[in-house]
């Protein structure tokens, strides 16, 4: 499964942007989430949504942000709202969990799509 992200620019503070994340195969068994690294800065798991639909929240972003799947069309979206400058940063989706393999087999599986920039101004 490959990730596509789009949904990045430019926004002020205050204001909402919202990030998606096309997979090319089935993400209906997958765990997904959303990290984020900025400029000199560690990469953090900003949300994760599971494949039952349970999410978790980095505390910086509790409130703002909502993480939500759509099974049907193999996304996953993070909403974005009262966004602040601190929130500047390159957003990558992730993909995890166990998949069945060619061969019978389960196998961890993780993928990582290209990240989508985000700049927030004040």
């Known amino acids: 499964v490959q990730l596509q992200a789009s949904g990045g620019g430019l926004a002020q503070s205050g204001g909402s942007l919202r990030l998606s994340c096309v997979a090319s195969?089935?993400?209906?068994?997958?765990?997904m989430g959303w990290h984020r690294q900025a400029l000199g800065k560690q990469r953090e798991l900003v949300a994760r949504?599971?494949?039952?639909?349970?999410?978790n929240y980095v505390d910086s972003v509790k409130g703002r942000f909502t993480i939500a799947r759509d099974n049907a069309q193999n996304t996953v979206y993070l909403q974005m709202s009262s966004l602040k400058p601190d929130d500047t940063a390159v957003y990558l989706c992730?993909?995890?969990?166990?998949?069945?393999?060619?061969?019978?087999?389960?196998?961890?599986?993780?993928?990582w799509g290209q990240g989508t920039k985000v700049t927030v101004s004040s």
């Open positions: 992730e993909a995890e969990g166990v998949v069945l393999n060619d061969v019978g087999e389960f196998v961890a599986f993780r993928s």
């Open positions: 195969g089935s993400i209906r068994n997958l765990n």
């Open positions: 949504i599971s494949k039952d639909g349970s999410t």
